[in-house]
Nanobody, 128 residues
Framework: RVRLVQSGGGSVQTGGSLTLTCATS????????MGWYRQAPGKGREGVAT???????????SVKGRFTISKDRGGNPRENTLYLHMNNLKPEDTATYYC??????????????????WGQGTLVTISS
């Protein structure tokens, strides 16, 4: 299993920026899709951005050009820090955001939200 510990988030005004961070640790000899997902009040969970083992990224249309997913590799090859840099935030971005990971099977589809391992979630609130 992948261990994911989130930090960051909070409240900003429309047009502001936030960065979410997710410290990850995975079993040896494995490759994973990693991504950010969100769930707004009264709505289902949706994929925001994913990154594959080769650092190829995918974004939901609603966040393209505003959000950037990235990951850093530390000294331990089994550990990464996953980031979601969010700019020009809008009230509709208000949601609980989760980082998640699953074994890599050739693609990291945003539509697939039944990933194996999840962070604890962090609330992002955008006020108008």
């Amino acid at each position: 299993r992948v261990r994911l510990v989130q930090s960051g988030g909070g409240s900003v005004q429309t047009g502001g920026s936030l960065t979410l961070t997710c410290a990850t640790s995975r079993p040896p000899g494995t490759s994973h899709c990693m991504g950010w997902y969100r769930q707004a009040p009264g709505k289902g969970r949706e994929g925001v951005a994913t990154i594959d083992p080769s650092d190829n990224t995918r974004y939901a249309d609603s966040v393209k050009g505003r959000f950037t997913i990235s990951k850093d590799r530390g000294g331990n090859p089994r550990e990464n820090t996953l980031y979601l840099h969010m700019n020009n935030l809008k009230p509709e971005d208000t949601a609980t955001y989760y980082c998640a990971a699953d074994l890599y099977g050739g693609s990291c589809r945003l539509e697939y939200t039944n990933l194996a391992d999840w962070g604890q979630g962090t609330l992002v609130t955008i006020s108008s």
